[in-house]
């Protein structure tokens, strides 16, 4: 089976490429989606225990976790060593059950793939990637984001040049989205040659 690591700065437009993998059928795992599900079942009194007053009705609320490590790099780094190893084991065990189904190929939807050094846990990396004033322009019209907020979370990754250079594919999101599910295409055919089928 072949293990892609999907991955981008935030606002790259990679969770649309994700889906787009989807819908291709290919198994997909999304750490975000790990890190809320821990944040609403084991890992929820885990972080209250660490950072005190951001559990409201037995979940974590993440605006007030936000704000208690943003630009906190030691509440950061608390907060990392709680989440890390947990979206790890969710990641290890999605990967078994898609090995046990006789999949060809899986992707790990990981924002932070090289920061955390699981780059070194993937057989191909694809980098989800766009101009700089592409990716503010979608930042900055999400919610509740400011630019404080976006230097923040951008000190936190690695440049999307660094990225770039560490990746096997790049798909640019800069266009209409059919053109990018033209490319994802593209990579599944080029995926499936080198699968030998």
Do not use: W
Request: glycine fraction near 10%.
């Amino acid at each position: 089976m072949i293990v892609v690591g999907l991955t981008g700065s935030i606002a790259m437009g990679k969770s649309t490429v994700a889906a787009m993998f989807a819908e291709f059928g290919v198994p997909t795992f999304n750490a975000d989606d790990a890190v809320r599900e821990f944040y609403a079942g084991e890992g929820a009194k885990s972080v209250e225990a660490a950072f005190r007053g951001v559990m409201v009705e037995g979940k974590i609320d993440r605006e007030r976790l936000g704000a208690r490590v943003l630009g906190d790099a030691d509440a950061l780094q608390r907060l990392e060593g709680l989440v890390h190893p947990a979206v790890a084991k969710a990641r290890v065990q999605f990967l078994e059950r898609a090995a046990t189904e006789g999949r060809r190929m899986a992707i790990v939807d990981v924002p932070l793939l090289f920061e955390t050094g699981g780059h070194s846990d993937v057989d191909l990396i694809i980098v989800v990637s766009a101009p700089e004033s592409v990716q503010r322009a979608r930042a900055m019209a999400r919610p509740g984001m400011t630019e404080a907020k976006l230097e923040a979370v951008l000190s936190r990754q690695a440049s999307d040049a660094e990225k770039r250079r560490g990746a096997h594919f790049i798909i640019d999101t800069r266009g209409a989205h059919d053109l990018t599910r033209a490319v994802v295409g593209q990579f599944m055919r080029a995926a499936a040659a080198l699968a030998g089928g």
